[in-house]
Nanobody, 125 residues
Framework: QVQVVESGGGLVQPGGSLRLSCSTS????????MGWFRQSPGKKREGVACISWRRDQADYEDSVKGRFTISGDDTNYTVYLQMDGLKAEDTAMYYCAARRYGYDCTLNDEEYDYWGQGTQVTVSS
């Protein structure tokens, strides 16, 4: 079973920054797309950002474009989500996920097979 582990969440003031990290136990995962998702109480899980090394592709949900940056290090099979200009509405549990098949970057959570436990991000003054 492939393990996915997130870290880096926490409490930050509006306008601040956080960097989330995601590592996987299966080094081969680095060749397949990975994504970041978030869910806040009472809301559906939504895709935030995804990355595909093979397609040299990244995509972002509209509300985070220009503020969040997804990147990856295929030497240590880690994906990062740099979050700048954080807003209260970014508060949520953030999850990292990996696709088992396919090479395309997608924000559709149904396309992902392996999920981490999540890391909480709270933006508040």
């Amino acid at each position: 079973q492939v393990q996915v582990v997130e870290s880096g969440g926490g409490l930050v003031q509006p306008g601040g920054s956080l960097r989330l990290s995601c590592s996987t136990s299966d080094m081969a995962r680095a060749k397949y797309p990975m994504g970041w998702f978030r869910q806040s109480p009472g809301k559906k899980r939504e895709g935030v950002a995804c990355i595909s090394w093979r397609r040299d592709q990244a995509d972002y949900e509209d509300s985070v474009k220009g503020r969040f940056t997804i990147s990856g290090d295929d030497t240590n099979y880690t994906v990062y989500l740099q979050m700048d200009g954080l807003k209260a509405e970014d508060t949520a549990m953030y999850y990292c996920a990996a696709r088992r098949y396919g090479y395309d970057c997608t924000l559709n959570d149904e396309e992902y097979d392996y999920w981490g436990q999540g890391t909480q991000v709270t933006v508040s003054s």
